[in-house]
């Protein structure tokens, strides 16, 4: 799996070779390491102001009802038993979310059509929270919810189904804008043969109440990085 960085920041963009990039603006859409950038019922939007202080960030907002996605599509892992990855998201437009107003912001899956990973976030009344999703024999099960800050966010998680080599076992982390390793804000063991084989990042599978109440409302993102072992921090 290439260890590079995916960036949606202009410089690195530019370096890739998009080939309709402004001189002095941001693309019109993701470049290579993304794939593609497949939405239906959403849009995906490369806009100034990266969360990093980079030139720009990546914005997703879904129009349509609980089959609408807007996401970018990275192919680059190739059956992964083990798989980290990082990003920010900056999820402030969305407010006052209740427990039944949540999209998925983030899903790892598999060639056999599981998702081995994914992320959603949903309500308190108060708090945007992160929900953490793990496969568990074979089915997804919620592993842990953490609350998110205000403005944004590093994300990181490590998941690891137990067969790599020099594999500690099969655990998942996760870490909310903690730059140490050890001190995730949790691990879960997991009991899991689901390997990694593409990566989504942006808005996906929302429920009718946020279908109804964010119709159009962007989510931010930025500085996705992915590995296969190695802590990636901020």
Same mark, same amino acid.
Request: proline share 5%; glycine share 12%.
């Given at each position: 799996m290439n260890a590079k960085m995916k960036v949606l920041a202009l410089a690195l963009l530019g370096l890739a070779g998009y080939?309709? *990039?402004a001189v002095a603006g941001c %693309? &019109? *859409? %993701?470049?290579? %390491?993304? *794939? #593609? #950038? %497949?939405a239906l019922g959403g849009t995906i939007a490369i806009v100034a102001g990266g969360l990093d202080g980079s030139a720009c960030r990546m914005e997703s907002? +879904?129009?349509? $009802?609980s089959s609408s996605f807007a996401t970018v599509e990275d192919d680059t892992p190739t059956a992964e038993p083990r798989y980290r990855a990082a990003f920010?998201?900056?999820? $402030?437009a969305v407010t006052t979310l209740s427990a039944t107003t949540a999209v998925f912001v983030f899903t790892a899956s598999s060639?056999?059509?599981?998702?081995p990973v994914a992320f959603s976030i949903v309500g308190d009344g108060a708090n945007h929270v992160f929900l953490s999703y793990a496969v568990q024999n074979g089915a997804g099960t919620l592993v842990g919810s953490q609350q998110l800050a205000a403005g944004a966010n590093h994300v990181e998680f490590d998941y690891d189904n137990g067969s790599s #080599?020099? *594999?500690p076992g099969p655990h998942f982390s996760l870490w909310?804008? &903690?730059? /140490?390793?050890?001190t995730p804000s949790f691990t879960s063991a997991i009991t899991s043969t689901g390997v990694? $084989? /593409? #990566?989504? +990042?942006?808005?996906a599978g929302a429920t009718g109440d946020w279908s109804s109440t964010f119709n159009g409302t962007a989510v931010q993102f930025d500085t996705f990085d992915s590995r296969r072992s190695s802590f990636i921090g901020f």
């Amino acid at each position: 799996m290439n260890a590079k960085m995916k960036v949606l920041a202009l410089a690195l963009l530019g370096l890739a070779g998009y080939a309709g *990039s402004a001189v002095a603006g941001c %693309p &019109s *859409s %993701p470049v290579p %390491p993304w *794939s #593609a #950038a %497949p939405a239906l019922g959403g849009t995906i939007a490369i806009v100034a102001g990266g969360l990093d202080g980079s030139a720009c960030r990546m914005e997703s907002a +879904l129009t349509g $009802d609980s089959s609408s996605f807007a996401t970018v599509e990275d192919d680059t892992p190739t059956a992964e038993p083990r798989y980290r990855a990082a990003f920010m998201i900056n999820a $402030d437009a969305v407010t006052t979310l209740s427990a039944t107003t949540a999209v998925f912001v983030f899903t790892a899956s598999s060639a056999s059509g599981r998702a081995p990973v994914a992320f959603s976030i949903v309500g308190d009344g108060a708090n945007h929270v992160f929900l953490s999703y793990a496969v568990q024999n074979g089915a997804g099960t919620l592993v842990g919810s953490q609350q998110l800050a205000a403005g944004a966010n590093h994300v990181e998680f490590d998941y690891d189904n137990g067969s790599s #080599a020099g *594999s500690p076992g099969p655990h998942f982390s996760l870490w909310i804008n &903690s730059n /140490t390793e050890a001190t995730p804000s949790f691990t879960s063991a997991i009991t899991s043969t689901g390997v990694v $084989d /593409t #990566a989504f +990042l942006g808005l996906a599978g929302a429920t009718g109440d946020w279908s109804s109440t964010f119709n159009g409302t962007a989510v931010q993102f930025d500085t996705f990085d992915s590995r296969r072992s190695s802590f990636i921090g901020f």
